[in-house]
């Protein structure tokens, strides 16, 4: 089974610029939720969709984030425009629906640095 | 907020030796996870356990669920076992995760 896939693994962009990046959950998870460690702080939840509709999108930081999961598969992450303050590793992460084993798989990140 | 706290914030061991880590939340929770980060920044997925114990090899969990709290056992620990673990919690199954600040293990020779 292939696990999370997240693209690209880095991304260096000006201030300003506009970058999107991208998750491939685990096939027919359901649950999607995407996350993010900036500045060497805590791991902070971002948002959630079950299949391609936002269940919870209380961690978005402001309205320069923008995420979609169109048809319910894979998901992008846009900010636009990227600040000082987005830089950091973002994470994406999945897990099923009702199978009684509900531990995350997190993909390896995304290391986006803004300059 | 629901707040998880992780101790010790650091430890260093000897190949071999045996650590207990441990995560305090201050609410009542329907999910509770352990993960390891290793060197190169992935996120591995150690255990569910929102209540009892589990074993994987040289790793074991406890979650005493009343008491608020968890505790994650290293036995024989080996360099390969160096890096943050984290402890995560929410609400319900499929919901979002508050994360602990981490114990940074590092395993020596």
């Known amino acids: 089974e292939a696990g999370v896939t997240q693209f690209p693994s880095h991304s260096v962009i000006e201030k300003g610029q506009t970058v999107t990046l991208r998750c491939d959950p685990i096939?027919?998870?359901?649950?999607l939720y995407w996350y993010r460690r900036v500045m060497g702080k805590e791991i902070k939840f971002l948002l959630h969709?079950?299949?391609?509709?936002?269940?919870?999108e209380s961690g978005m930081p402001n309205n320069r984030f923008l995420a979609e999961r169109t048809g319910g598969t894979y998901s992008t992450l846009k900010v636009q425009p990227a600040e000082l303050e987005d830089s950091g590793v973002y994470f994406c992460?999945?897990?099923?629906?009702?199978?009684?084993?509900?531990?995350?798989?997190f993909g390896s990140g995304t290391r986006l640095t803004v300059v | 907020g629901i707040q998880v706290e992780q101790s010790p914030p650091d430890l260093i061991l000897q190949e071999g030796a045996n650590s207990t880590l441990r995560c305090n939340f201050s609410?009542?929770?329907?999910?509770l996870q352990w993960f390891h980060q290793n060197p190169w920044g992935q996120l591995i997925n150690l255990f569910y356990?929102?209540?009892g114990t589990k074993q994987n090899g040289r790793l074991s969990a406890t979650t005493v669920a009343t008491e608020r709290y968890s505790l994650l056992y290293i036995s024989s620990s080996q360099t390969t076992d160096s890096g943050v673990y984290f402890c995560?919690?929410?609400?319900?199954?499929?919901?979002?995760?508050?994360f602990g600040t981490g114990t940074r293990l590092q395993v020596t020779l």
């Open positions: 992460a999945s897990n099923p629906l009702g199978t009684g084993n509900y531990g995350y798989t």
């Open positions: 995560a919690v929410g609400p319900g199954t499929a919901s979002k995760l508050t």
């Open positions: 096939s027919g998870h359901d649950n």
């Open positions: 969709f079950v299949k391609e509709s936002k269940q919870d």
């Open positions: 356990i929102p209540s």
């Open positions: 609410d009542s929770v329907n999910n």
